[in-house]
């Protein structure tokens, strides 16, 4: 009984590392962001506006699809990208928690406020 539940708690670890490894490139955050305020793009659409070559953007979206962070799917003869935000939120979830919430967006507000005043 115990191996199992370290076998899971390994795996779910595992999860989050290709999570946390894939947000700590600001290419591949510009990527995610990209597709929040438009989801469902081709990887040509992907790579307009980027200096970097579309292998790279490839390369890029294949670690965020090992995460989970972004979902392929075939329509067609295209493959669109879609934002899978589930994992951020288990993240989200995990480390900052229910209870915690209120405060942390306050924080986050304020420093939106302090930042805009600039």
């Known amino acids: 009984m115990q191996l199992n539940g370290c076998i899971l708690s390994l795996m779910a670890a595992d999860e989050d590392d290709k999570v946390f490894k894939a947000l700590a490139d600001a290419s591949r955050r510009d990527l995610l962001d990209r597709l929040r305020r438009k989801n469902g793009q081709t990887l040509s659409e992907l790579c307009e506006g980027h200096d970097m070559s579309r292998q790279a953007v490839t390369k890029h979206l294949n670690l965020l699809e090992e995460a989970n962070l972004v979902v392929p799917v075939k329509k067609g003869r295209e493959r669109l990208h879609y934002l899978n935000p589930v994992p951020i939120n288990e993240i989200t979830m995990r480390w900052i928690g229910k ?7 306050a ?10 005043d600039q």
Request: hydrophobic share 35%; glycine share 0%; aromatic share 6%.
């Open 99 to 105: 209870f915690e919430q209120d405060r942390v967006q």
């Open 107 to 116: 924080l986050h507000n304020l420093k939106q406020a302090l930042e805009n």
